[in-house]
């Protein structure tokens, strides 16, 4: 499965990732448990801190780690990369991994919207909604790329496009 690689370019508020590209994976899982589906995905190819939730409205980005998102249930439109982003449509079975710095903010979503969002090897996460301090970009521009996909494993996908 390849993802669509998409560069974002750095905002006033929102710094995206100088060095990765967001992926985007379509029609990943197409079972009747979406989210369980993506909760033994994510985690056989060593991404956890699992949660299952939405995704915000409003924009904002995780500076400590790179997340990975998988729509489980219903559509959305989001805004990535900041205000002045590129806006998708997304669907269950969908999924998405976000580097470190990437913003996201949900415009618009189904009522029975559904996201499983994980980070590598279990890794902790912050909220950042506001212009990236010196320290911040440095941890963004010096996060490595995770050993696995959260989607594909140990080939293809962020090891092929983030190396």
């Known amino acids: 499965m390849k993802p669509q690689a998409i560069r974002l370019a750095p905002g006033n508020l929102i710094p995206n990732n100088p060095r990765f590209p967001l992926l985007l994976y379509r029609g990943v899982l197409k079972g009747d448990d979406r989210a369980a589906d993506f909760e033994v995905l994510f985690g056989r190819n060593g991404w956890g801190n699992m949660w299952r939730n939405g995704v915000y409205p409003f924009h904002h980005y995780h500076s400590k780690t790179h997340e990975a998102l998988g729509f489980a249930i219903g559509s959305a439109t989001l805004m990535l ?65 995770p050993s696995t996909d959260p989607v594909t494993g140990g080939s293809g996908g962020l090891i092929a496009l983030w190396r």
């Open 81 to 145: 990369g900041g205000p002045t982003g590129l806006k998708i449509e997304i669907h269950a079975g969908d999924a998405a991994v976000l580097p470190a710095g990437t913003g996201h903010c949900r415009i618009s979503a189904s009522s029975d919207f559904l996201v499983v969002g994980a980070y590598p090897a279990g890794a902790d996460y912050d909220l950042c909604r506001d212009e990236p301090t010196p320290e911040q970009m440095k941890r963004i521009q010096d996060l490595a790329a």
